[in-house]
C-alpha cells in the first residue's frame, strides 16, 4: 500500500520543478474497446497513477503554479446512479474530497469551465506529449497567454527512476505471486499437452493470489516458438523433447514482476540443452553480480555479449576468432536483443536511460532492472551444431540497485537446472 502522504510528496516534488506561472495537466487513461462495446480490463495511465494513485477513468489532475502559491486539483467522475448500475461504483466528488490529499476536487464534467478560469492566464503549460489529439486541441483552446509547451511526463517519469520502499514493496508481492506460478509451471509441464495450457496455470495464479493482472501477455514458447521474442499465441502443442520458455510476470496494485525461466517440456534436460542452459545461466549470474551504484546499463550489456560470444565460440556455434566476432557483432544474431530494462509501475518503466545532455545515467541505489541475457538458435540455422537447432533460451530476474550492490528480488525463483529438474518430478 503506498499512503497518501507519498502522493502527497509527489506532487509537491512535481510542482516545485514547474516554472513559475504555470498549469500542467494530467489524464486518466482512457478506457478501450476490446470489439463493439465491450472493453478491456481497464488500467490507470502510470504517470497519473504516481501521481494520484487514483483506479478510475474520467479523471484528471491539474497543478496551477503562480506567486500566489501552488494547488493541485483532482477531477473525479461524480456519482452517477445510472452509470453506476453499468459500470461499478464511483468515488465522487465527496469521498475523493476526504481520502486525496489535495487542494481542491472538482467533478470530471466541469474539467473545461475550470481550465478556462485556471489555464487562461498562464505562460507555461505543461502536459503529456503522448496524449491524444483532441485533449491537446482543449488544453491550447483555452491557453491564451502561453509562452511555451512543455513534456510534463518527462519529470514524472524521472522521479519514477528510483523507487521508494512502498513501490519495492509492492514489486516484491507482485514477484512473490509470481514465483508460485512459476514453480508450479515446473511441476505441471511434463503432463500437460499445450502451450495455453501453462498459461492457464499463471493466470490461475495471478488470480487467485490476489494480483490485479499479468503485466503483459504470458509468452510460453515451446521449442522453436521461442525465436520469436514476443510470441503470445501460446497454441502449439508441446513436443516432449523440447524446452519450454516461460516469461509471465503478475501485475500488483499496478507494479509489475517480469520473469522468465526455460524448463524441459519432460522431466529432463537433454545434454545439448543443458549446454546452452548454462551457458546463458552462467552469463545472467555475472551480469547481476555486476550491479551496483554507478554501473552503466551498457556496460552489462557489452560484458554479456562478450560472454556469451566467448561461450558460443567454445561450443562451436560462433566459428573464428573471438575478437573479430565481437567487432562485427556475430553474437547478434544469438543475442539480439537488450540486457534489461527498467522495470516498475510499467514492464518496461518509462523512465529515462538519458540525462537531459544525452548521458547515459547510471545505477543508483532503488532502481529496478531486469537482467535478461539469451540465446536463439533457429531451427533451420544450417551454420550451427545439429544438436543445438530450434533451442532458445532466455532467463530473467528482478534486481534491485542497492547502496552497496544489488539485490535480486526474484532470487527464490529456482533456476538451477538440478533445481527445475527435481521440481518436475514432483
Ligand atoms: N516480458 C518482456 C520483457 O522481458 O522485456
Ligand atoms: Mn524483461
Ligand atoms: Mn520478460
Known amino acids: 500500500m503506498i499512503e ?23 489524464f486518466a487513461a482512457v478506457p478501450k474497446v476490446r470489439s463493439h462495446d465491450t472493453n478491456y480490463p481497464y488500467r490507470q495511465e502510470s504517470n497519473f497513477y504516481y501521481l494520484s494513485g487514483f483506479e478510475e477513468d474520467s479523471a484528471a489532475l491539474l497543478f496551477v503554479k503562480s506567486k500566489e502559491g501552488s494547488k493541485s486539483y483532482l477531477f473525479v467522475h461524480k456519482k452517477d446512479p445510472d452509470e453506476e448500475l453499468w459500470n461499478g461504483k464511483r468515488l465522487g466528488v465527496k469521498k475523493a474530497k476526504k481520502r486525496f490529499l489535495v487542494d481542491e476536487v472538482f467533478s470530471y464534467d466541469t474539467l473545461n469551465q475550470e481550465l478556462k478560469k485556471l489555464l487562461g492566464s498562464k505562460r507555461h503549460i505543461y502536459y ?6 483532441s485533449k491537446v486541441k482543449l488544453i491550447k483552446r483555452y491557453a491564451k497567454a502561453v509562452e511555451s ?19 519495492i514493496a ?11 506460478a512459476h514453480h508450479r509451471a515446473m511441476q505441471r509441464a511434463k503432463s500437460l499437452s499445450f502451450e495455453y495450457e501453462l498459461q492457464a496455470e499463471f493466470e490461475y495464479i495471478f488470480k487467485k493470489e490476489g494480483a490485479q493482472s499479468d503485466a503483459y501477455t504470458t509468452i510460453v514458447a515451446s521449442g522453436n516458438n521461442a525465436n520469436t521474442l514476443h510470441y503470445i499465441s501460446n497454441r502449439a502443442k508441446l513436443d516432449k523433447e523440447t524446452l519450454i520458455l516461460i516469461d509471465a510476470g503478475c501485475e500488483y496494485n499496478c507494479y509489475a514482476s ?32 555486476m550491479v551496483r551504484p554507478a554501473v ?35 553474437h547478434k544474431k544469438y543475442f539480439p536483443h537488450g540486457i534489461g530494462h527498467w522495470m516498475g509501475l510499467d514492464v518496461h518503466d518509462q523512465a529515462p536511460y538519458k540525462d537531459e545532455k544525452g548521458r547515459e545515467i547510471p545505477l543508483q541505489a532503488g532502481m529496478v532492472l531486469t537482467v535478461e541475457p539469451g540465446i536463439y538458435i ?49
Not at 509492492?170 to 508460485?180: N, V
Not at 560470444?309 to 566476432?325: H, N, P, Q, Y
Open 149 to 167: 509547451f512543455h513534456n510534463g511526463a518527462a519529470y514524472i517519469e524521472k522521479m519514477r527512476l528510483r523507487k521508494s520502499a512502498a513501490e
Open 378 to 426: 533457429d531451427k533451420n540455422d544450417k551454420s550451427v551444431p545439429k544438436k543445438y537447432r530450434g533451442i532458445a533460451i532466455r532467463i530473467e530476474d528482478d534486481i534491485l540497485v542497492t547502496q552497496d550492490g544489488y539485490e535480486n528480488l526474484s532470487k527464490g525463483i529456482k533456476k538451477e537446472i538440478r533445481d527445475i529438474e527435481s521440481l518436475a518430478s514432483l
Open 170 to 180: 509492492e514489486i516484491r508481492k507482485a514477484i512473490k505471486i509470481t514465483k508460485k
Open 4 to 26: 497518501e502522504k507519498e502522493y502527497l510528496l509527489r506532487r509537491k516534488s512535481f510542482l516545485k520543478h514547474l516554472k513559475n506561472n504555470s498549469a500542467a495537466l494530467l
Open 296 to 330: 552503466l546499463r551498457s556496460a552489462l550489456q557489452k560484458r554479456a555479449e562478450e560472454l556469451l560470444c566467448e561461450g558460443m565460440l567454445a561450443l562451436g556455434i560462433l566459428k573464428g576468432e573471438l575478437d573479430s566476432l565481437l567487432e562485427s557483432k556475430a
Open 258 to 289: 517480469d520473469i522468465t525461466r526455460t524448463i524441459p517440456a519432460s522431466k529432463r534436460f537433454s545434454d545439448a540443452q543443458r549446454e546452452l542452459y548454462s551457458l546463458v545461466l552462467s552469463v545472467e549470474k555475472e551480469i547481476i553480480s
Open 128 to 133: 503529456d506529449f503522448k496524449l491524444d489529439y
